[in-house]
C-alpha cells in the first residue's frame, strides 16, 4: 500500500513562493509518475502538475505554467512543488498523487492520494 504525505503548506502573501514536498512509503517515488492537484472551497479538485518517473517529462496546468515546477529527488524519496509569484485564487489543498501508469492531468488516473495541505496566499 502507498501512502504520500505532503508538507510545506503555510500562509504566503501575494507574489511569494513556496515549496512543498511530498513523500512516499510503502513504494518509492522512483517507481511512481507523481502528480499535484489542488482544490480550492467550493471548487472540484484540479490538475497543477505531473511528473515522469526519471523527471524527463513533466505536465502543467495552463494556469500554473511558467509559475511553478515540479520535481523529483530520488535519492530522498521526495517530490517537490516549487510555487511562485503566488496569487490568491491558488489559495487551496494541495494533494500530492501518484500513478503506475503514465503522466497524465486526470485525476482518475491516480490511485494514491496524500492527505493535502493547506496554501492560503494573502492579497
Known amino acids: 500500500q502507498v501512502q504520500l504525505a505532503e508538507s510545506g503548506g503555510g500562509l504566503v502573501q501575494a507574489g511569494g513562493s513556496l515549496t512543498l514536498s511530498c513523500t512516499s512509503s510503502?513504494?518509492?517515488?522512483?517507481?511512481?509518475?507523481m502528480g499535484w492537484f489542488r482544490q480550492a472551497p467550493g471548487k472540484e479538485r484540479e490538475f497543477v502538475a505531473a511528473?515522469?518517473?526519471?523527471?524527463?517529462?513533466?505536465l502543467y496546468a495552463d494556469s500554473v505554467k511558467g509559475r511553478f515546477t515540479i520535481s523529483r529527488d530520488n535519492a530522498k524519496n521526495t517530490v517537490y512543488l516549487q510555487m511562485n509569484s503566488l496569487k490568491s485564487e491558488d489559495t487551496a489543498v494541495y494533494y500530492c498523487?501518484?500513478?503506475?501508469?503514465?503522466?497524465?492531468?486526470?485525476?482518475?488516473?491516480?490511485?494514491?492520494w496524500g492527505q493535502g495541505t493547506q496554501v492560503t496566499v494573502s492579497s
Open positions: 498523487s501518484a500513478t503506475l501508469f503514465t503522466v497524465s492531468s486526470a485525476a482518475a488516473n491516480y490511485a494514491y
Open positions: 510503502g513504494r518509492t517515488v522512483s517507481s511512481l509518475v
Open positions: 511528473i515522469a518517473r526519471s523527471g524527463d517529462s513533466t
